[in-house]
T-cell receptor, first 114, second 113 residues
Framework: DAGVTQSPTHLIKTRGQQVTLRCSPK?????VSWYQQALGQGPQFIFQ???????QRGNFPDRFSGHQFPNYSSELNVNALLLGDSALYLC?????????????FGDGTRLSIL | DAKTTQPPSMDCAEGRAANLPCNHS???????VYWYRQIHSQGPQYIIH???NNETNEMASLIITEDRKSSTLILPHATLRDTAVYYC??????????????FGTGTRLKVLA
């Protein structure tokens, strides 16, 4: 039973570029949430997707956008990259956004901006 | 705007029980308490969650006080592999009725040989 998988594991970009991160949820899960984790900090919620729609968004600018596909996988896109976007980006999946079942996290994509 | 308070760090001797406290004094009646841990360079790993009754699974036990304002995660026999940052999360509902996690800074547990 595969857990949450994310790709790529590491990525290096320069300021102003655009990046796309990918996430495949755990089998049986239909909801995907994205988090940003800066060094030494706890993860910060970016947004959540369910039924291919953004259901909730954290305090992140419009440069951060996402998409969910019919197979429940998801992408996180970040435009006009800034040095401050360097972080570990985590994807978490769960069964329906309204339930109390826990989210399961992938091991993240480490994004470095030069 | 984390809703939980945890000590920043704790040490525990290998083989002893590790008791990690969490304060969530503003918790409301239908909010669950979740515990995760994060080992360096990995994603958070789910440990356990509960509403008001004590819970136990193969990893840990969760003790929630009767007034639900605090809880304790217990690792009964800590090993070196339990060294990690432990997060206690109270998951508030959002305006759309969905749930999101608000992480604090967690407790850095170091298990000593």
């Amino acid at each position: 039973d595969a857990g949450v998988t994310q790709s790529p594991t590491h990525l290096i970009k320069t300021r102003g570029q655009q990046v796309t991160l990918r996430c495949s949820p755990k089998s049986g899960h239909d909801t995907v949430s994205w988090y940003q984790q800066a060094l030494g900090q706890g993860p910060q919620f970016i947004f959540q997707y369910y039924e291919e729609e953004e259901r909730q968004r954290g305090n992140f600018p419009d440069r951060f956008s996402g998409h969910q596909f019919p197979n429940y996988s998801s992408e996180l896109n970040v435009n006009a990259l800034l040095l401050g976007d360097s972080a570990l980006y985590l994807c978490a999946s769960s069964f329906q956004p309204y339930s109390n079942q826990p989210q399961h996290f992938g091991d993240g994509t480490r994004l470095s901006i030069l | 705007d984390a809703k939980t308070t945890q000590p920043p760090s704790m040490d525990c001797a290998e083989g002893r029980a590790a008791n990690l406290p969490c304060n969530h004094s503003t918790i409301s009646g239908n909010e669950y308490v979740y515990w995760y841990r994060q080992i360096h360079s990995q994603g958070p790993q789910y440990i356990i969650h509960g509403l008001k009754n004590n819970e136990t699974n193969e990893m840990a036990s969760l003790i929630i006080t009767e007034d639900r304002k605090s809880s304790t995660l217990i690792l009964p026999h800590a090993t070196l592999r339990d060294t990690a940052v432990y997060y206690c999360i109270v998951r508030p509902p959002t305006t759309s009725g969905t749930y999101k996690y608000i992480f604090g800074t967690g407790t850095r547990l170091k298990v000593l040989a």
